[in-house]
């Protein structure tokens, strides 16, 4: 695992050009893969969701934590699954709304009528689905669901890849900014409060590079998120709230992280050619295994 020791705000020693939510940049000199992907554990940590792009296979699909029994429960258009804290349901975006649906793929319902809503992410007390909505400028702005009202909310006009806070309830979201004349992005873990929008920094950084598919770990005490180079693939790094400091926890590509119900482990995306699919390690990036590989 390497370590990097940073100050508030740091800079990436990288120098990164792409999105990391494009899934192939035109300048890139090398294609990640993505055909299994932004994966969610259940809450009991027996069971994984996660949306594969894999032709004549879209849609939605769950497994155990060895792999061995994929099903497919939703057929088509469907990203970003987020699980309910009872394990009861999941909820995922399809055709520009947020949609929810039982684990085997039942009673499947439409949530919100906003256009442009992607990313969803249950609350940890099973209240509230976070989202973003994404217009046709790219402008993104943060959105609430109330689960009990049934009514959606905005709360911030910026930022992207909400999760959650659990110590505080908070919405953990990634802003960045960009500067054309450094070529750099400003980049921020925010904290907002989604009853009085109250923002507070948890951190900042400066990247030559948009980053992404953030993900806070279940103790509150760290953050992963994915890295797209132009010049090699995307990896996964952790940011330590407690140390300040940022690990490289992948180095033969990575992807949309994901948290396991008690912070042990991680699922991602393993993005080298010729693979496409789903790992895990351990949260300190040892002990990688691969859980799907796609046909």
Not at 51 to 75: M, P, R
Not at 91 to 112: C, R
Not at 180 to 192: D, L, N, R
């Amino acid at each position: 695992m390497k370590k990097l020791t940073l100050t508030v705000p740091f800079l990436f020693t990288l120098f990164l050009l792409s999105s990391c939510d494009s899934v192939n940049s035109p300048s890139s000199t090398i294609s990640d893969s993505y055909l299994h992907g932004r994966a969610a554990w259940s809450p009991d940590g027996k069971t994984i969701a996660f949306t594969s792009l894999v032709s004549g296979q879209e849609g939605i699909y769950v497994t155990d934590t060895l792999g061995s029994s994929v099903q497919q429960i939703l057929k088509g258009d469907g990203v970003g699954a987020t699980w309910s804290p009872d394990g009861k349901w999941i909820a995922f975006a399809k055709t520009g709304s947020i949609f929810k649906m039982k684990p085997n793929g039942d009673s499947v319902k439409q949530l919100t009528a906003a256009v442009g809503a992607v990313r969803p992410s249950w609350s940890t007390d099973g209240s509230k689905i976070a989202f973003i909505e994404s217009d046709a400028s790219g402008y993104t702005s943060l959105w609430v669901y109330d689960v009990l009202r049934d009514t959606s909310s905005m709360i911030l006009q910026r930022g992207d890849y909400p999760s959650w806070l659990p110590t505080t309830g908070e919405i953990v979201i990634l802003d960045g900014q960009y500067d054309v004349y450094s070529g750099y992005t400003a980049y921020a873990f925010i904290g907002i409060s989604p009853t009085t929008a109250n923002a507070r920094l948890i951190t900042s950084f400066s990247a030559a590079a948009n980053c992404g598919f953030c993900s806070m770990s279940p103790k509150s005490t760290d953050i992963v998120f994915g890295v797209l180079s132009s010049s090699d693939y995307a990896e996964v790094y952790r940011y330590s709230i407690s140390a300040n400091a940022t690990y490289k926890l992948t180095s033969d590509g990575g992807d949309y992280p994901a948290w396991s119900p008690d912070g042990s482990e991680i699922v991602y995306t393993r993005t080298q050619q010729g693979d496409g699919g789903l790992w895990i390690m351990n949260a300190d990036g040892t002990n990688k295994r691969r859980l799907t590989k796609p046909q």
